[in-house]
C-alpha cells in the first residue's frame, strides 16, 4: 500500500493537531498473533535473536504495516535491552516471560554497572536504520524504553511478579540503593533514546506498565520524576523531541504525571476515567489509547461498541487511537482489520 502524502498524521497529533480521522497503531503490534511473526520467531531460535538480527527485527517491525497500513511502526525489541548491555543475564523462556538474575540485595546493586555497553545496542540501531529505509514517507518510526521504575521491577525481582512486591518492598527498605538502580537507568536510558531518535525514530514511548502498583508518594519519585529526567535529558539534546509516556494504571493520578514529565502524549489503559482525561489531560496534551484488548478478541458488537465509546470519549480532541495495553496473542487478525475499518471510517 503506498500513501500519496508524506505528513505523518500521527506526529501531527502529537505536535497538537487533531486529525479528523484519529492516527491509528498497537502496542505490540508485531508479535505472536501474526502468524509471520511466528515463522520469523521459530526459524530465528530466541525472541532476543529477532531483537538482535537487525534484518529480523527490521521486518518484523514491517509486518504489521504491510499487513494493515498502520500510521506507526514501533520498532521491534523490548525494554529488557537496557538490563541486558547493563551486563545482566537476561533470558526469555517461551510461554514463561522474562528471567533475570535478580538484583535485590544492596551489595549487589553496588556492583552493577555504571554504564551499559552500547555496542550490544548497535543492531537496535541498525535495524532502525533499516525500517526506516523502506517505511513509507507517511509512516510515523517509535523508538521506546521501559521507565525504569518497570525496568527495575524486573531487575530486582528477576522475573515479572504479580504486584511487584519485590521492588517495592526494595524502595520501602534500601532506599539508596533502589535510587542507584534508577539513576542508572535514567543516565542510560536518556543515550538510548537519543540514540534511536538518531538512527531514525520520529517520536519515543516511555512504558511504565507497572507504574499503578505505587502508592501516590512512590509514584511521584518512582514513575513521575525519573520520566521527568528522561524527558528533559533527550530534550537537551534534541529540543523538540516527541514523547508518549505510559503509566499504565495511574489513574487519578496522570494530571501530576502530565504536568510534571513533559510528555507530548499519555497513552492510556482501558480503565481511565473519560472526563478527568478529558478535562485534565486531552486539554494539555495527546491522548493515546484505550481499546480494551480483551474486546479486540471477542469482536463482533462488543468490539463495535468498544470502538465507538473510544471514539466518542476522546476523538473530538488531539486522539492517537490505541489499545490500553499490548495486544493478547489469540486475538483473531479479522477482528484487528474490523477495528481498523471502523477508526478509517470515522468521520468527526
Ligand atoms: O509493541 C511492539 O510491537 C514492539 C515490541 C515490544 C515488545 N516488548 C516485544 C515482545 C515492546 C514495545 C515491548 C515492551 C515491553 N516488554 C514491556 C512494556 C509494554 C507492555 O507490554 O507492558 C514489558 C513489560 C516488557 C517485558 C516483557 N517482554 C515481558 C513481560 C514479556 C513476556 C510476556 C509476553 O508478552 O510474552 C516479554 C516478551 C516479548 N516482548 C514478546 C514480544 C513480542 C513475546 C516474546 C515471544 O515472541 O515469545
Not at 492516527?23 to 498473533?33: C, K, N, T, V
Not at 529480523?56 to 537496557?82: C, W, Y
Not at 554504564?115 to 510515523?140: H, M, N, Q, S, W
Not at 533527550?234 to 514529565?261: C, M, N, Q
Amino acid at each position: 500500500m503506498t500513501r500519496k502524502s508524506v505528513a505523518k498524521p500521527f506526529l501531527e497529533v502529537l505536535a497538537g493537531h487533531r486529525q479528523k480521522v484519529p492516527p491509528i497503531w498497537m502496542m505490540r503490534q508485531a508479535g505472536r498473533y501474526l502468524p509471520e511473526y511466528r515463522d520469523v520467531r521459530a526459524k530465528a531460535g530466541g525472541f532476543l535473536d529477532v531483537c538482535f538480527k537487525p534484518e529480523l527485527a527490521a521486518e518484523v517491525t514491517l509486518q504489521p504495516i504491510r499487513r494493515f497500513d498502520f500510521d506507526a511502526a514501533i520498532i521491534f525489541s523490548d525494554i529488557l535491552v537496557i538490563p541486558y548491555a547493563l551486563g545482566r543475564a537476561v533470558r526469555f523462556e517461551i510461554g514463561e516471560g522474562p528471567r533475570l538474575d535478580p538484583l535485590n540485595t544492596p551489595d549487589k546493586v553496588a556492583s552493577l554497572a555504571a554504564e551499559a555497553d552500547f555496542t550490544k545496542l548497535e543492531p537496535v540501531y541498525e535495524a532502525l536504520r533499516c525500517v526506516r529505509r523502506e517505511l513509507d514517507p507517511g509512516i510515523a518510526l517509535i523508538g521506546f524504553c521501559g521507565a525504569p521504575w518497570t525496568v527495575a521491577t524486573y531487575m530486582v525481582a528477576g522475573q515479572g511478579t504479580p504486584d511487584q512486591a519485590p521492588a517495592r518492598m526494595m524502595a520501602y527498605s534500601h532506599p539508596e540503593a533502589f535510587a542507584k538502580i534508577i539513576d542508572t537507568l535514567i543516565e542510560n536510558s536518556i543515550r538510548y533514546l537519543l540514540g534511536q531518535l538518531q538512527a531514525g525514530a520520529d517520536a519515543l514511548q516511555i512504558f511504565d506498565t507497572w507504574a499503578g502498583v505505587l502508592p501516590p508518594r512512590e509514584f511521584a519519585r518512582w514513575s513521575i520524576e525519573p520520566t521527568r529526567r528522561i524527558v528533559e535529558g533527550v530534550r537537551e539534546k534534541i529540543p523538540h523531541a516527541r514523547i508518549i509516556g505510559f503509566p499504565r494504571g495511574a489513574g487519578a493520578l496522570l494530571p501530576s504525571y502530565v504536568d510534571t514529565t513533559g510528555v507530548d502524549a499519555v497513552s492510556i489503559d482501558w480503565a481511565a476515567e473519560p472526563s478527568l482525561i478529558r478535562e485534565r489531560v486531552q486539554t494539555k496534551v495527546a491522548v493515546q489509547g484505550n481499546l480494551d484488548p480483551l474486546a479486540l478478541i471477542a469482536g463482533g458488537a462488543a468490539l463495535d461498541r468498544a470502538i465507538d465509546d473510544v471514539l466518542a470519549n476522546y476523538a473530538s480532541g488531539r486522539l492517537i487511537f490505541n489499545l490500553g495495553h499490548g495486544i493478547l496473542p489469540e486475538t483473531p487478525i479479522a477482528h484487528v482489520e474490523r477495528m481498523l475499518k471502523r477508526v478509517r471510517e470515522y468521520r468527526g
